[in-house]
């Protein structure tokens, strides 16, 4: 492995930035994402930063059963992340559309359709540590040697 | 009449301060905001489409999940509009626990408000704190209802657990440290020069403009419209004697400091449940019946009304739902957006509003 490529290994332990989209959520884990951000979980210890950003994130958190209002911008909001990035699903909406997968509901799930999802959280809403903690398990996954796996 | 208009500027929908998905179109000139409008529909589940024909067991969970943040209050008015059209009476105890867990539930609502205010105005100490109080709130929801968000706590007819003795010390120990906290943060909001600079004589609200945009909750209160909260007419609230405190500035300031004053209020308000809480039974029983009612609660953005339909095996026929954020987000683009000085002031002054774009579209 070559000098630089140890280099970047190690920085991208250290800093991985994330941004989180609601495509259509109850709100519920996206007031569980920002819990995480709270100095009882304080998920910059770990070197994450949260901002909502998509142009300067490496990770991407999805909430929400996806809505029609979504159809393109998705797509488009994942496209504008620069490579090394890893989506991942928070809470069963993402997954199944949890309760609002009935008749007559305007949604469609799962979000994995519209874009590659690497990990998915389930749980009405999940807890904080388990966000958190998927995120620190996706980030060596698709983070580590990425130039040389990428060849 | 021809208007200068430099450019039109988007803000939205994916936004470093914005939690939820909304699009904010800003006419300037140069800095100065002449006009706002905003362009809502990335949310849209169609929850009330769900509802209709199901039976109320599960409409009881939808409900639930219009709003993750206010979702007790979306439990509690569902339940108690059944209540309403079929006459199951409440113990005393459980009526009480609802307003607990109630509280509790503004009291988070609103501390999560202020903290998406100071993040806003990059306060990020002060939101951080503010943070750390809320999760101390979070833990009494949790002890008492067993879930932290989407508890399913009120049931007709009752509450699903008791408030055990333990709990209710536990309880009564973290609302000291609470009010104790709030009230050093909001001395740190009212004497930060800051903070003063960012949000006093901004986004200005008058008691006028909110009647004529029907501004709901605690911008209605910031604006000097006590008369808007909706829990002087719960029977409960009633029997505690509960007056809403109200202020006059109506900018930005006013309307976070109210929601540190409703927090202050909140704890006041369990305190006082605890202190008169009966012994007995915490769940009557009956069975929701038919009938047509329209039913509201004050919730913590502001006042939030149902109207259900049921049938006698208890379905659902027909529901609509009306939420206190479209108002105010109404009363936000087309009044206190209306001449803001500078753009960085225009998410500040929409978050100051509390939006909740998830239970504005359902």
């Known amino acids: 492995m070559s000098l630089l490529q140890r280099v970047k290994n190690f920085v991208r332990s250290k800093s991985i930035h994330v941004a989180y989209v609601d495509v259509g959520s109850c709100n519920g884990c996206d007031i569980e994402v920002l819990a995480c951000l709270s100095p009882r979980y304080d998920i ?13 994130a490496d990770i991407l958190l999805v909430i929400g059963a996806f809505t029609p209002g979504w159809e393109e911008k998705l797509r488009s909001v994942w496209e504008k992340i620069p490579d090394p990035k890893a989506a991942i699903a928070i809470g069963n909406c993402p997954i199944s559309g949890c309760v609002f997968n009935r008749p007559h509901s305007l949604i469609d799930p799962p979000v994995a359709k519209h874009i590659p999802i690497s990990a998915q959280v389930p749980g009405c809403p999940p807890r904080p540590t388990e966000i958190l903690s998927a995120v620190l398990a996706v980030a060596p996954v698709v983070f580590k040697d990425y130039e040389v796996k990428k060849r | 009449m021809k208007r200068t208009v430099d450019v039109s500027i988007p803000v939205g929908p994916v936004h470093p301060c914005w939690k939820e998905p909304a699009r904010v179109k800003c006419e300037t000139k140069g800095e100065y905001v002449l006009s706002a409008e905003v362009e809502l529909g990335y949310m849209k589940k169609g929850i009330e489409r769900i509802m209709r024909g199901r039976p109320w067991q599960e409409v009881m969970f939808l409900a639930e999940r219009v709003c993750g943040i206010c979702s007790v209050i979306h439990n509690m008015v569902f339940i108690e509009a059944l209540e309403a059209i079929s006459s199951i009476p409440v113990p005393d105890r459980a009526a009480l626990l609802r307003v607990v867990v109630n509280e509790l539930d503004r009291m988070q609502s609103h501390i999560l408000a202020n903290f998406s205010y100071c993040y806003t105005i990059e ?7 503010l943070l750390d109080v809320r999760e101390k709130v979070m833990d009494e929801l949790e002890r008492i209802t067993g879930a932290r968000v989407t508890c399913a706590y009120i049931v007709p007819g009752g509450v699903r657990f008791d408030l055990r003795a333990e709990d209710a010390l536990h309880l009564r120990a973290n609302l000291a440290a609470i009010e104790e906290e709030i009230t050093r943060y909001m001395g740190m909001f009212e004497n930060g020069p800051l903070i ?6 901004i986004g200005i609200l008058t008691r006028e ?29 009633q029997k505690l004697g509960f007056t809403p405190v109200s202020r006059e500035e109506g900018d930005n300031y006013a309307r976070i400091m109210m929601r540190f004053q409703e927090v202050l209020q909140s704890i006041a308000l369990i305190r006082m449940c605890l202190d008169s809480l009966p012994e007995g039974p915490i769940r009557g029983g009956g069975i929701p019946g038919a009938g047509e009612i329209a039913y509201s609660g004050e919730a913590p953005r502001g006042e939030l009304s149902y109207f259900i339909k049921t049938d006698a095996a208890g379905r659902v026929l027909d529901i609509a739902i009306q939420t206190p954020s479209i108002m105010n987000i109404e009363a936000c683009c087309h009044y206190m957006l209306k001449g803001v000085a500078s753009l960085a002031d225009v998410p500040s002054t929409f978050v100051s509003s509390d939006p909740c774009i998830a239970c504005t579209e359902r």
């Open chain 2, 196 to 201: 003063a600079l960012r949000s006093r004589e």
């Open chain 1, 44 to 56: 910059e210890q770990y070197g994450i930063y949260v901002h909502n950003n998509p142009r300067e």
């Open chain 2, 209 to 237: 403009a909110a009647q004529e945009a029907c501004a709901v909750g605690p911008t209605a209160r910031a604006s000097g419209m006590p008369e808007t909260d909706r829990r002087l007419r719960h029977p409960t609230y």
């Open chain 2, 123 to 129: 306060h990020e100490t002060l939101g951080m704190y």
